[in-house]
């Protein structure tokens, strides 16, 4: 399997852009995680889905981001408008409802300028 | 709510040697899982090792262990003939059993003195 695969792995953009970053989870596994990291907060959990259906968006910071899996392969995260402070690294994992571990994508560096 | 912490925000250790990375939670749960994840410079989250809460046993993997003292609510990681391919972020997590939610600390940057 190729793991978990995330698109863009870079983006750069200007502030009030709409960015949309992506993810394939590990085909066969039930739940999937979006994670945003940064130097002041860490690696804070921002929603997660399971059989593609949102179970937990508490972490979502506000109405600017959203989140969407239409199917099980592939998920979305959309921030609009997008600021500064959303710089950070964004990553997505996945999970087998079988086991305990969660994978990681590479993540997508994400630069508002 | 439950937290993680780790409080050495920095380690170094000299190549071969032996390295105790500290890790503490707090919850009230009796059955839960422990992780340690490593994230070298290439930024991907990597599982080391992980220790499900009922089990005595300290897991190992290879040249990683764990002290798990449950009472004492303390998970540390030691890294044993420590080499340069070690050298990373370190980040424990808390996953309660039964929800697919983890809960990760701070980190501890590990730097390999060669």
């Known amino acids: 399997d190729a793991g978990v695969i995330q698109s863009p792995r870079h983006e750069v953009t200007e502030m009030g852009q709409e960015v949309t970053l992506r993810c394939k989870p590990i085909s066969g596994h039930d739940y999937l995680f979006w994670y945003r990291q940064t130097m002041m907060r860490g690696l804070e959990l921002l929603i997660y889905?399971?059989?593609?259906?949102?179970?937990?968006d508490s972490g979502m910071p506000e109405d600017r981001f959203s989140a969407k899996m239409p199917n099980a392969s592939f998920s979305t995260l959309k921030i609009q408008p997008s600021e500064p402070r959303d710089s950070a690294v964004y990553f997505c994992?996945?999970?087998?409802?079988?086991?305990?571990?969660?994978?990681f994508g590479p993540g997508t560096r994400l630069t508002v300028l | 709510a439950q937290t993680v912490t780790q409080s050495q925000p920095e380690m170094s250790v000299q190549e071969a040697e032996t390295v105790t990375l500290s890790c503490t939670y707090d919850?009230?749960?009796?059955?839960?899982?422990l992780f340690w994840y490593k994230q070298p410079p290439s930024r991907q989250m990597i599982l080391v090792i992980r220790q499900e809460a009922y089990k005595q046993q300290n897991a190992t993997e290879n040249r990683f262990s764990v002290n798990f003292q449950k009472a004492a609510k303390s998970f540390s990681l030691k890294i044993s003939d420590s080499q340069l391919g070690d050298a990373a972020m370190y980040f424990c997590a808390y996953g309660r059993f039964g929800n697919e939610k983890l809960t990760f600390g701070t980190g501890t940057r590990l730097t390999i003195i060669p």
């Open positions: 919850t009230s749960e009796s059955d839960y899982y």
């Open positions: 889905f399971n059989n593609n259906v949102p179970i937990d």
């Open positions: 994992a996945s999970l087998s409802g079988s086991g305990n571990e969660q994978f």
